[in-house]
């Protein structure tokens, strides 16, 4: 064999293993992927059951709910177009409030109910997942104001498009 022959062999063999190692790779993460749907993603595609998502939005207004053993709670994940009932078993974060920001991971059953097993709370009045900032300026119920940040209402939430800001941001 001629040294260039026997090159071009070693490069089509290190490629091979280098395309195997990558496959294998992926392969492995796949399983550890979780992948961030708004309420609206998944009125129009809802995962399979089992599959392991985040859910962000805000909490809606009035749907915080206690079970009678005090450990369960029901509440509603919303973009302000669409709303994602969510059943959480555990403590949740001192931060935890209706109508502001909230990402929740879990999956839904086979019964098609959305049970989370993490809950995360925003920490602080300005922060806002960036997923869940684009799905309200996509739905328009975003207005922007300095910075990119949303102007917000009295009560701490960002206000729906078209709403006036009454004068200057706070």
Same mark, same amino acid.
């Given at each position: ?20 190692? &990558? #496959? $294998?790779?992926?392969? *492995?993460? +796949?399983?550890?992927? &979780?992948?961030?749907?708004?309420? %609206? ?7 399979? *059951?089992?599959?392991?998502?985040? @859910? #962000?939005? @805000? ?20 973009? $302000?177009?669409?709303? &994602? ?9 001192? @931060?935890?409030?209706?109508? +502001? ?8 059953? %086979? ?31 975003? +207005?922007? #104001?300095? !910075?990119? +940040? ?17 004068? %200057? !941001?706070?």
């Amino acid at each position: 064999m001629r040294r260039k022959t026997l090159r071009l062999y070693l490069l089509v063999a290190s490629l091979c293993l280098l395309g195997v190692a &990558v #496959g $294998l790779a992926l392969f *492995a993460f +796949q399983s550890r992927i &979780v992948y961030f749907f708004s309420p %609206s993603d998944i009125a129009t595609d809802r995962p399979a *059951a089992g599959r392991v998502v985040r @859910l #962000g939005g @805000l909490v809606e207004a009035g749907s915080v709910e206690r079970s009678g053993d005090g450990s369960t709670i029901h509440f509603k994940v919303t973009d $302000l177009t669409n709303t &994602v009932a969510v059943t959480f078993r555990g403590v949740l974060p001192d @931060l935890f409030r209706e109508s +502001q920001g909230v990402v929740v991971e879990g999956a839904y059953g %086979s019964d098609g109910n959305f049970t989370a097993t993490e809950v995360l709370a925003k920490h602080d009045e300005k922060y806002m997942p960036p997923e869940v900032a684009k799905a309200l300026k996509e739905s328009g119920r975003w +207005q922007e #104001g300095e !910075n990119g +940040q949303p102007i917000a209402d009295p009560s701490g939430g960002a206000k729906p498009a078209g709403a006036s800001s009454g004068g %200057s !941001n706070p």
